[in-house]
Each structure stands twice: as C-alpha cells, then as structure tokens.
C-alpha cells in the first residue's frame, strides 16, 4: 500500500511564498506520474501541476503556470510544489496524488494540506 503524506501548508500574505512537500511511502515506490490538486471551499477540485516521474516533463493550470515550479527527489520519493507570489485565491486544501497502477488515473490521494492566503 502507497502512502502520500503532504506537508508544507499554512498562512502566508498574498506575495509570499510557500513550498509543500508530498513524501511516499509503503512498498517499493514507482509511479507513473504526481501531482498536485487543490480545492477551495464551495468549489471542485481542480489540477495544480504534475511530474512524470521518470522523464520529469511537467505541466500546470494557467492559474499557477509562472508562479509555481513542481520538483522530485527519486531518491526520497517526494515531489515538491514551490509556490510564489501567492494570491487569496491560491487558498485551498492542496492533495498529492500518484498514478501507481495506470497512466491515467490518479489511483493515490494524500490527506491533504491547507494553504490559506490573507490579502
């Protein structure tokens, strides 16, 4: 069994920056990608970024594209999300998610991280 565990979240002022964390655990760790998703209150989920795990080609919404960068460390099975130039709207609760058994399905979710952002 795959564990994600996010970390990183908190309160920042809009302009300031943040970097979460999304550490993997439980059994020899290999994926087909990670990524990150957010949801704000009273809204859907939706797609931050995402990281090919072995080729390490990258794609982000627009909302974030320019602001955010996500990275890898294989050798800690961890992704990272650093996140600039934070807006209020960039608030939500922020998953890390793995496809381990198919290419396209995200199959692993982490129990999340709040990011709240003050103007």
């Known amino acids: 069994q795959v564990q994600l565990v996010e970390s990183g979240g908190g309160l920042v002022q809009a302009g300031g920056s943040l970097r979460l964390s999304c550490a993997a655990s439980g059994r020899t760790f290999s994926s087909y990608a990670m990524a990150w998703f957010r949801q704000a209150p009273g809204k859907e989920r939706e797609f931050v970024a995402a990281i090919r795990w072995t080729s390490s080609i990258t794609s982000y919404a627009d909302s974030v594209k320019g602001r955010s960068t996500i990275s890898r460390d294989n050798a800690k099975n961890t992704v990272y999300l650093q996140m600039n130039s934070l807006k209020p709207e960039d608030t939500g609760v922020y998953y890390c998610?793995?496809?381990?058994?198919?290419?396209?399905?995200?199959?692993?979710w982490g129990q999340g991280t709040q990011v709240t952002v003050s103007s």
């Open positions: 998610a793995a496809q381990i058994r198919s290419p396209s399905k995200y199959d692993y």
